[in-house]
């Protein structure tokens, strides 16, 4: 019997190497190496010659590969599969591309296991395999009936964590849509290592890629994230997938934001949000109005930007706070917004406007748990903060759009129609952008007065007079 081999594999990327390196020569990460055996042994044939373990999933799944000329490849408009879940199809372009096989991470209780679930069970006319390696078919059945959705019957479950058992049953089964909850607790027996382990992650997620290939069903994959907010496991795990979605969110509170990181199929730039609820995740068709609907009385510290998600425009509550310091360094705190970009605009408020925060500490958050980076927040996040240093409120129909530079200027943000048509549904009667964005741009067709400025110190007038 041939002996198996020893490889060992860097947890961070993937890398591999005949022996132990203190540093990752690919990632650069220290103390990442562990040893997998990564070849089982070799098992006699009847007739005394010796066979390699089989590499193939589904012994009807594996064909020659021949190689074809480009202008020869005849390419099928095939339709997508169109989810009843809006938010899911405009994350993901339009729908689910049959035989691309989709990765979904977050952290514990986000509530992966009830987006996928719901999904699979509001497929109708549909087959969809859900093989859990982590719940029992009670538990399942219960987050089910809570969903009341429990008697759909185009919904298999299947509790095993062996890839090779889980073939069997897609060979009985033949769903349309597999579902494997998670890819970390997957096991194969050609690789003699534990789950989770970096090989095993890799070779589990290799048979179910070519299982979605050469059957063009839609593999979706839930992944575990380490401390940091990464998906577990190695780096090529995201690499070898075709779309990588994020699941964020506390957990402790009931919004849900679904965004993609890598889409071979659409945009990665596209939004999804969600509300938790008890009988599963409810779709936020329109999620301005959730971001500023506990809105009360107009209050210092508060503004109102439009912003943009991929396509779809967002008005959010842009929240400071400004306060003496009580030690001699003041601290720079923000949540949802880049800290950087914080300090550059305290900066450009001390020198163009003649503010002194050099004795203030400055906390600023994105009310509803969002993370932007839109430039178009600068002139709220601005008129934020010198609302609260003065304790001065902001009209509450009044929205702000605009990039802050260096100088002060007020510079030009994209699609600045859609913004303004945003803060039109939602009632704002004035709205501050750049002069620039008047070219080509007939503001009179909106309902809302469109004040255009070319500096900080004309919005602040402006707003604080």
């Known amino acids: 019997m041939a002996k198996a081999r020893t490889v060992f594999f860097c947890q961070n990327c993937g890398a591999q190497s005949a022996k132990w390196i203190g540093r990752c020569p690919a990632c650069g ?30 012994g009807n799944l594996a064909k020659a590969a021949k190689s074809v000329q480009l202008g020869d490849i005849l390419v099928e408009d095939e339709p997508r599969i169109i989810t009843p879940d ?29 987006l996928m679930l719901q999904i699979a069970l509001s497929l109708k006319n549909m087959k969809v395999l859900y093989v859990s390696g982590e719940e029992s078919e009670a538990q399942i059945k219960m987050r089910a009936e809570r969903m009341a959705a429990g008697q759909q019957s185009g919904c298999y479950i299947l509790t095993e964590t062996n890839t090779q058992n889980i073939f069997r049953q897609i060979d009985q089964v033949q769903p349309n849509i597999l579902v494997i909850d998670s890819i970390q607790t997957m096991h194969s027996t050609l690789v003699e290592s534990g789950a989770g382990s970096v090989s095993q992650v890799r070779e589990c997620t290799a048979e179910f890629l070519k299982f979605a ?29 075709d779309t990588v979605l994020q699941f964020e969110g506390d957990r402790h509170l009931s919004y849900r934001i679904l965004r993609t990181t890598k889409n071979r199929f659409g945009s990665t730039s596209e939004l999804g949000i969600y509300e938790m609820q008890g009988d599963g995740l409810r779709q936020v068709s329109n999620p301005s109005e959730i971001l500023l609907s506990q809105r009360g009385e107009s209050l210092s510290g508060m503004a109102i930007g439009a912003t943009l998600e991929g396509n779809r425009p967002l008005l959010v509550e842009v929240q400071a706070l400004v306060s003496p310091t009580a030690y001699g360094t003041p601290q720079r705190s923000s ?39 839109d430039p178009a927040l600068d002139m709220a996040v601005c008129a934020a903060v010198v609302s609260s240093l003065n ?27 859609q913004r303004l048509a945003e803060a039109e549904k939602l ?39």
């Not at 994959?221 to 690499?239: F, N, V, Y």
């Not at 958050?365 to 980076?373: K, Q, S, T, V, W």
């Not at 509450?396 to 007020?410: R, Y």
């Open 391 to 417: 304790d001065l409120p902001i009209p509450g129909n009044v929205c702000l759009a605009a990039e802050v530079g260096l100088s002060g200027e007020i510079r030009a943000v994209s699609r600045l129609d």
């Open 29 to 58: 990460e220290w103390n990442t190496y562990v040893e997998e055996v990564v070849q089982k042994e070799t098992v006699a044939s009847t007739t005394g010659q010796w066979k390699p373990a089989s590499t193939v999933p589904g």
């Open 335 to 373: 949540t949802g917004f880049d800290a950087k970009r914080l300090q550059m605009l305290l900066a450009v408020l001390e020198k163009r406007a003649g503010l002194r925060l050099g004795q203030h500490d400055v906390f600023l958050n994105i009310a509803g748990g969002l993370r932007l980076d």
């Open 86 to 114: 809006g938010e899911l199809n405009r994350v993901l372009g339009g729908g689910i591309v049959p035989g691309s096989i989709i990765l979904i991470g977050g952290e514990p209780g986000i509530g992966k296991s009830t």
């Open 213 to 241: 290939k050469e059957t063009s069903t839609p593999v979706l994959l839930i992944g575990h994230i380490t401390k940091d907010g990464s998906i577990a496991g190695p780096k090529i795990l995201e690499h070898m997938v």
């Open 427 to 465: 009632g704002f009667r004035e709205m501050y952008v750049s002069q620039f964005n008047g070219k080509g741009l007939d503001l009179a067709r909106f309902g809302l007065k469109v004040q255009a400025v070319s500096r900080l110190d004309e919005v602040l007038n402006g707003l604080f007079g």
